[in-house]
């Protein structure tokens, strides 16, 4: 059951190309441009444009993507739930001085409503926060974690702050194989009944995990005295090769226009209801 899932995605960690080989500060300097500067804009076109700079480094960074089935899945299934929570409307919020009133068509289900503004305000937030999500999962997926967690320690960050961004992404697919290995042990064990009671067959024993995993990690970081060193020294070295400083040139390049077209010449600033 466990064969391509959340958790073998970290498989493209072992993979080799020139995204793999970026200095961990480099590709944290990528999920900071890719996760801050699109939130400056509310044009449809300038989200696109963003999402195509995204297109070249996944087309580059010899990823199989077979297993990311998995985490793109849980990201589709999180904007669709974005999406929805911002298209469905009560009739009472669209009254002449709010916001949504500003639609083309309108269609009434039940106590929602669905109108042409809300329809293109739900799809602007779920693309830009698409452009984050996306960077994050490439990231995530080709480099290890104890690389992340001392590209974060080299840019001064504070342990504690470090050790949660790696104990979050470590937990992940530990938490994930233990679901899977409680699927086939119900499979195993023949366990039969609707889906409403497999499912809470699951997630019982898998927060008892979760629990128990989470009280042996403390414990753990008590008895190797977890904050007594700053973590300042480390057996591997990183360095910052050429590409690194041309991937930072350019990262710094689209900041500075991005922010002087939103800023300097106010462009990006189309209605969020622009669409008709």
Not at 160 to 178: H, N
Not at 247 to 273: C, E, H, K, P
Request: aromatic fraction near 12%.
């Amino acid at each position: 059951m466990a064969k391509v899932n959340v958790t073998n995605f970290m498989s493209n960690v072992g993979r080799d190309s020139w995204v793999h080989r970026l200095d961990p500060r480099t590709k944290i300097a990528i999920l900071v441009f890719f996760g801050t500067i699109p939130l400056f804009f509310t044009d449809f076109r300038f989200i696109i444009a963003y999402i195509v700079l995204t297109i070249p480094l996944w087309l580059t960074s010899n990823i199989d993507f077979r297993p990311m089935r998995g985490p793109f899945t849980a990201v589709g299934v999180f904007l669709t739930i974005i999406f929805l929570l911002n298209a469905l409307r009560g009739p009472s919020e669209l009254t002449n001085t709010d916001v949504y009133s500003q639609y083309t068509w309108y269609i009434r289900f039940g106590p929602l409503v669905v109108t042409s503004h809300t329809v293109v305000r739900g799809l602007f937030l779920a693309m830009r926060l698409a452009v984050t999500l996306t960077i994050g999962l490439l990231i995530i997926s080709t480099t290890d974690p104890t690389y992340l967690a001392k590209g974060l320690r080299k840019l001064k960050m504070p342990t504690t702050v470090v050790f949660m961004a790696l104990a979050g992404l470590r937990f992940i697919p530990i938490i994930t194989e233990q679901l899977f290995n409680i699927l086939d042990a119900q499979t195993i064990r023949g366990v039969s009944g609707s889906r409403i009671e497999k499912t809470k067959l699951l997630f019982f024993p898998l927060f008892i995990t979760s629990l128990r995993r989470t009280r042996t990690m403390g414990l753990a970081c008590e008895a190797k005295g977890f904050g007594a060193r700053r973590w300042n020294d480390f057996y591997e070295e990183f360095k910052v090769t050429g590409v690194d400083k041309v991937v930072l040139v350019a990262l710094a390049v689209l900041a500075i226009v991005s922010l002087v077209l939103r800023f300097g010449l106010g462009m990006g600033t189309a209605g969020v209801g622009w669409i008709k």
